[in-house]
């Protein structure tokens, strides 16, 4: 398999919302001749962060369960290769389970999975590290 296409916020969050049927179909369709040439579909991992933005904001207002049960949605269709998959999944576990900011958790799970040290001067994400690292 090799890497064809970066996918935008924007496409990923039509596949998740399902709110216009005629960029819904054309983005299935895609999916599928794509798969089908066994071809890879990246997600950055900026366009993870924009997409707990938009879909835990104003408009969507998801709650940090439904957040992580739509990425679920992705990850389940096993045609997407996310960049830093693994920290990726710890980040969804630390933020469903606290009420820390996306960016804090994605630099908690990466500090954990890369074994580095996290610095910081805001106390509860340093708390949260100290659990989530039992240091």
Do not use: H, P
Not at 45 to 55: D, M, P, R
Not at 102 to 131: P, R, S
């Amino acid at each position: 398999m090799t890497f064809k296409y970066i996918l935008d916020t924007n496409f990923i969050l039509r596949l998740l919302v399902k709110d216009n049927e005629v960029q819904l179909q054309e983005i299935v369709t895609f999916i599928e001749k794509t798969v089908s040439k066994n071809e890879i579909m990246l997600i950055d991992k900026s366009v993870f962060f924009e997409l707990c933005f938009v879909l835990t904001g104003k408009i969507y207002q998801l709650s940090r369960s439904q957040f992580n049960s739509k990425i679920q949605e992705i990850i389940d269709l096993n045609c997407f290769e996310f960049e830093d998959f693994k920290i990726i999944i710890e980040t969804l576990k630390i933020y469903t389970e606290n009420n820390l900011d996306i960016v804090d958790c994605y630099l908690i799970a990466k500090a954990k999975q890369e074994n580095f040290e996290f610095k910081t001067f805001d106390t509860k994400a340093n708390k949260i590290y100290k659990q989530v690292t039992k240091k």
